[in-house]
């Protein structure tokens, strides 16, 4: 596959996608990015990627940054987990993104892989549960003759990996040994973990494993 063909396939998907070079900076931009963002090409083009989208974790921390994290697991040979990060439009208007990392295989590969994030805007998972609620009582009076019914849970928002980070933290095993029991590296528990502490909306390992179990997730 070459750059062009890459620059076909991005134009062809509906979801918002960008691709970086082994320096980070943004070397394709298609047209849902520039309606999602606000951002024309020729505004990002060349420009580090955490210069222009500038995502921030569920603490308010910087999620993207030059030491990029995500880019250092492609180096590595690890493959991101999807993800979600908050960032702004061109307008200044909060825009939280569900975002997920592809690495074609561009040839000729040169200096370092080119990395695509795809993505799409999302928003917190309060109406999910809701939803869950209310469909599981409408079914069961329709079902039931009005007599509402144990709704089942809603699904896990949790990737395979993030529920094996999560079972390992509420066996009270530290990042650091979770990382080794995974063969993964430290940084990408790091990653895993607020990712966790972001979907089930709280703010401590603790509190996380609490949420899970109330969730029969763990």
């Known amino acids: 596959m070459t750059r062009t063909d890459l620059k076909k396939c991005l134009a062809a998907t509906a979801d918002g996608a ?3 070079d082994a ?4 070397i394709l931009w298609n047209a849902a990015a520039r309606r999602i963002f606000g951002r024309t090409s020729g505004e990002v083009l060349g420009r580090c990627c955490h210069e ?3 995502g921030y974790d569920v603490f308010c921390n910087p999620f993207c940054k030059r030491d990029c994290t995500i880019a250092s697991m ?3 040979g690890e493959m991101p987990e999807h993800f979600t990060i908050k960032t ?4 200044g208007r909060d825009l939280w993104l569900s975002v997920s990392i592809v690495v074609p295989p561009i040839r000729p590969v040169r200096s370092g892989p080119v990395i695509v994030h795809l993505f799409r805007p999302t928003q917190w998972s309060d109406r999910l549960d809701v ?8 079914l069961s009076r329709r079902i039931g003759g009005g007599r509402p019914a144990n709704p089942a849970p809603p699904p896990s928002p949790l990737s395979r990996r993030e529920h094996q980070v999560l079972g390992l933290m509420a066996d009270g095993v530290e990042s650091k040994a979770i990382a080794q029991r995974l063969g993964i590296s430290y940084p990408t528990v ?3 973990t607020r990712s966790i502490l972001l979907k089930l909306k709280c703010h401590s390992r603790l509190e996380a494993v609490s949420e899970a179990r109330k969730r029969g997730f763990v």
């Open 18 to 20: 960008f691709a970086i």
């Open 23 to 26: 320096k980070k900076r943004i």
């Open 52 to 54: 222009v989208v500038a």
């Open 74 to 76: 492609v180096r590595r």
């Open 88 to 91: 702004k439009t061109r307008t």
């Open 131 to 138: 939803t869950a609620r209310e469909i599981g009582t409408h």
């Open 190 to 192: 790091r990653v895993h």
